[in-house]
């Protein structure tokens, strides 16, 4: 304690000397920042990283349109116009589809992809650019450490050689921040979850990307449970072909203490974390999100969901049990949304 004291008369001295205004210090080591994009490429994934000293990576960049551009974009209104890192976890073309046009115009340091290919004219072009670009595809295996400068980036998957399904072999990485830990699945499906429990690796995260879109062949209640995330992110687009997300990944994810952020209702999705906080930034205010439809009685200006105290299930106007619930039981709410944060799970009927 003597010892702290006489360090930090020293630093105050320090600072008056220089004409500084004091500045509270603190012994805690400095907390790491770092933030994470999870871009709206409407039905695809692409997430840009950047960390406290500059570094970059880009974990997948596929979606719709003219994805790549629209990543390239983004990436240079940031302020850079290379990329330390590029991973692309599976060479779905909703994953890489726009990766030859970001190896083209940015200078990327290096690419991990799994041991696997793909007979389509896409990985024929990203196979030819990267042969331009004297890059060579790193094989992602679970075990290996990326070079990320302070923070830690892991690769925990693909853990087997062989999969039948493409979306097994996707990369999966963890990064940490000090304190702070995202995880990033591509694609896994329920096969490759299990593995990932199996091997006993720490996947508890304050953020999880979810994986597949909110697909059912994934997000099983045992992965979930276990990655326990604080904001779960879904890249998808509104009205995708494939109904995604699926309505049992939203009920598990409702029953779970998570903030579900998808890039269909709120856009770009950017979270910072910064002094022991994350800090929420999205694109569009997430109105057209279900959750926050308000359902409200205009002549008295009442919440309409009907919550049942005892039970802790709240109830849509027009649903099964609506009027079951006992008067003395009942609680009002405006939007899904404030019932969930009250503790509240939607009525299955
Ligand atoms: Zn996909």
New binding site residues.
């Given amino acids: 304690m003597k010892r702290i004291k006489s360090f930090f008369s020293f630093l105050v001295v320090v600072f008056l000397v220089a004409g500084c205004t004091y500045i509270p210090v603190s012994n805690e080591p400095m907390a790491e920042n770092m933030t994470v994009h999870f871009l709206d490429v409407g039905q695809?994934?692409a997430i840009f990283v950047e960390g406290p000293e500059g570094q970059t990576m880009l974990f997948d960049a596929g979606g719709d349109g003219d994805v790549g551009k629209q990543i390239v974009d983004y990436i240079k209104k940031r302020g850079y116009d290379s990329l330390d890192i590029m991973i692309i976890t599976h060479p779905?073309a909703?994953?890489m589809n726009g990766a030859p046009y970001v190896l083209e115009q940015l200078r990327v340091g290096a690419v991990y992809h799994p041991k696997v290919t793909h007979t389509t004219k896409l990985f024929e072009d990203f196979v030819e650019v990267l042969k331009k670009k004297n890059l060579s595809l790193i094989p992602a295996q679970a075990g290996i450490d990326i070079p990320f400068g302070k923070i830690q980036a892991k690769i925990l998957g693909p853990i087997s050689s062989t999969y039948e399904n493409l979306n097994n072999y996707s990369v999966v990485v963890r990064l940490d921040a000090g304190e702070f830990s995202v995880l990033l699945t591509g694609?896994i499906e329920a096969l490759a979850e299990e593995e990932l429990l199996k091997g006993g690796i720490e996947l508890q995260s304050d953020i999880l990307q979810i994986p597949?879109?909110g697909s059912n062949t994934s997000s099983t209640q045992a992965f979930l449970d276990d990655v326990n995330p604080k904001y779960s992110i879904i890249s998808l687009a509104s009205d995708n072909k494939y109904g995604h997300p699926h309505t049992e990944v939203q009920e598990r994810l409702l029953a779970l203490d998570t903030e579900v952020l998808r890039t269909d209702e709120y856009g770009t999705i950017v979270l910072t974390y910064k002094e022991d906080q994350i800090l929420v930034k999205t694109e569009k205010d997430g109105k057209n999100s279900e959750l926050n439809q308000p359902y409200i009685d205009p002549n008295t200006g009442q919440g309409l969901i009907k919550g049942n105290k005892n039970s802790k299930i709240y109830h849509m106007p027009g649903g099964a049990n609506y009027n079951s619930v006992q008067d003395n039981n009942i609680i009002w709410f405006t939007t899904e949304r404030e019932a969930i944060k009250a503790g509240y799970r939607k009525s299955k009927r």
């Fill in positions: 695809g994934n779905h909703d994953h694609d597949h879109h």
